[in-house]
């Protein structure tokens, strides 16, 4: 497999695990509402890499679309998590950066 698309899958599967674990983080701190956006956003982009990851191991004809997508709900992802301090927010949105940038970069060599 390609170097690219196997950093992507790396990159995939830890974001979808960090973004898990960020909202089940979230959830047990929860307090008025204050981490409902990160918590939302989290839960969605872990299933949007999850899908890309499945995606890339068929090669499916949805993997451009879904390269954008992914990388556009890991950008949303990462802005959200990364404006609270917690450790496991800021774990999120370090992940969700790294896989967005490898989203961009399978797209740019897919051409």
Known sequence: MEDTIQSLLQKTWHCALMCENCAAASIKTEQN????DCIQLSLDCAEVCMLLSKAIKRQSMLLQPLLDLCHWICQQCAEVCGKHEEDHCQQCAAACLLCSEACLLAKSKNR
């Open 33 to 36: 509402g204050q981490f409902a």
